[in-house]
């Protein structure tokens, strides 16, 4: 039975940054595609960013700019969003999720997730 398990979330000024980690237990991890999506209060959960299971693919959303990264370490079963330049407009729960996409796929789509966490907590806040 896949598992996600995401951590790293906390209180963070503007400016500031943090690194989530999605722990994923259960399957061989290079088999899945995952994804980091958010949902602030009040609002719809959108998607942030997704790594293919090759690690060789990432799909961003285009409001991000350039200012969060994807990775995958297959080794550890883990992948992680470093989160750089914060801003109050990113608090939200932030989620991974996952889906099976074949060994060494390059498919990365921020849809069609079959399986989720339960979520971390970001609040960027002064």
């Known amino acids: 039975q896949l598992q996600l398990v995401e951590s790293g979330g906390g209180v963070v000024q503007p400016g500031g940054s943090l690194r989530l980690s999605c722990a994923v237990s259960g399957v061989t991890l290079d088999y899945y595609a995952i994804g980091w999506f958010r949902q602030a209060p009040g609002k719809e959960r959108e998607g942030v960013s997704c790594i293919s299971s090759s690690g060789v693919s990432t799909n961003n959303a285009d409001s991000l700019k350039g200012r969060f990264t994807i990775s995958r370490d297959n080794a550890k079963n883990t992948v992680y969003l470093q989160m750089n330049s914060l801003k109050p407009e990113d608090t939200g729960v932030y989620y991974c999720?996952?889906?099976?996409?074949?060994?060494?796929?390059?498919?990365?789509?921020?849809?069609?997730?079959?399986?989720w966490g339960k979520g971390t907590l970001v609040t960027v806040s002064s």
């Open positions: 999720a996952a889906r099976r996409t074949g060994h060494y796929s390059n498919y990365c789509q921020l849809y069609g997730m079959a399986y």
